[in-house]
């Protein structure tokens, strides 16, 4: 995805060992907020990699989510509520529809916003929407289906029938499913729609040139095993060449073993159609490449502005590094944990690729933003 050049933002202090954190117990009243990020010490600049457009665009889809939720979460040892969280992106949305570079909406963002570190040092991975083609009927090669969420009663009678949860194999090699009329599409290639699984959304091509997306709609119920994992314990990939990329090349070169590999992440995933034209998180959102991340719900409320940076160590090449405003709009199996984040990179082979290398450090810290918050 394009990438507009960095500029020098806002002033926080030492991100490293940043003093924000409230240490008041939950427990009766909420610590008060920290002061904003203008008033802190001088001694790191954070940057926005992106057109402000793009941060207003998940702004305003973070507040839509909002709108009519009630509830509160634990944020740096106080309570935030939806409510506040719902304020916060408005007014994020405003600053960044009038701001014309991102110095400006750094500067503006420094004045009304309050931060506390995310609890722990970021790992950022990446993900994407895979484009892919498909045909709405079994046709040649098209032959791997896209299922829709079967209702309890068919699980139950195919767990029963099995005498336990219906697993990738049985689903994919037994055909425990085939047959009633779960599918919404069908795919050329395994491998594809493995990844589609992984991704929990994609873009489907039609024969007639419409393009379908369509998103998680549940599970199997079974544990999620990496086979990036799988294949570096069998000695069939180096752990730090670990790719999406290097392990869809050893797949394309050992098709004997694609099987194998493929059935040892149990877990399935389940798709339904949807309205509109992207993909939509777990919160709700539909998501805005660069700006849309997936992380861990207890740790990071839906829909709350973060800022995200990734550092030169730990860098796989291909994944440039980013430094930027995102909002928390998604979540994922493999998501857990403070500082764990999943980066949405866009849609296509491009951003697939970029989400594929994507293995960082970094930082990352939750704001939350209103005109001159906590004065």
Do not use: K
Request: charged share 20%; with cysteine; glycine share 10%.
């Amino acid at each position: 995805m394009p990438r507009p050049a960095r500029s020098a933002a806002l002033v926080l202090s030492n991100v490293a060992a940043l003093a924000l954190v409230a240490s008041a117990s939950l427990a009766g009243c909420s610590a008060p907020l920290p002061p904003p990020l203008a008033e802190t010490a001088a001694a790191a600049v954070v940057a926005d990699d992106l057109d402000p457009s793009s941060l207003a665009i998940a702004a305003e889809r973070s507040a839509a989510m909002l709108a009519g939720v009630d509830r509160w979460y634990p944020v740096g040892g106080r309570r935030i509520t939806s409510a506040e969280l719902r304020r916060s992106a408005l007014h994020v949305a405003e600053i960044a529809r009038s701001a014309h570079d991102s110095g400006r909406l750094a500067g503006s963002l420094a004045r009304d916003c309050v931060a506390w570190r995310s609890g722990a040092a970021a790992h950022v991975t990446g993900y994407y929407e895979p484009v892919l083609p498909a045909r709405r009927v079994r046709d040649g090669p098209f032959v791997h289906p896209v299922y829709r969420m079967p209702d309890a009663a068919t699980l139950a009678a195919v767990r029963r029938r099995l005498g336990h949860a219906p697993s990738r194999e049985d689903i994919d090699r037994d055909g425990v499913l085939a047959g009633l009329g779960l599918e919404i599409a069908w795919l050329d290639d395994p491998v594809a729609l493995f990844f589609l699984h992984v991704q929990g959304s994609g873009a489907l091509v039609l024969e007639d040139g419409r393009t379908e997306h369509v998103g998680f709609a549940g599970t199997n119920g079974l544990v999620y095993r990496s086979i990036g994992r799988v294949m570096v314990e069998r000695r069939f990939v180096e752990r730090a060449n670990a790719t999406a990329a290097t392990i869809r090349a050893w797949l394309d070169r050992h098709p004997a073993r694609r099987d194998e590999i493929l059935f040892a992440n149990p877990r399935y995933v389940f798709f339904e159609p949807l309205a509109g034209d992207g993909p939509v998180g777990s919160s709700g959102a539909a998501l805005v490449a660069g700006r849309s991340i997936a992380v861990d719900p207890h740790d990071v409320p839906p829909g709350m502005l973060a800022w995200l940076r990734t550092s030169s160590s730990n860098v796989t090449a291909g994944a440039p590094l980013v430094s930027r405003f995102v909002f928390s709009q998604d979540s994922g199996a493999a998501i857990r944990g403070a500082g764990r984040v999943d980066l949405f990179e866009g849609s296509g082979d491009a951003a697939g690729a970029a989400a594929g290398a994507r293995d960082q450090n970094g930082d990352l810290l939750v704001l939350l933003c209103a005109p001159q918050a906590g004065r």
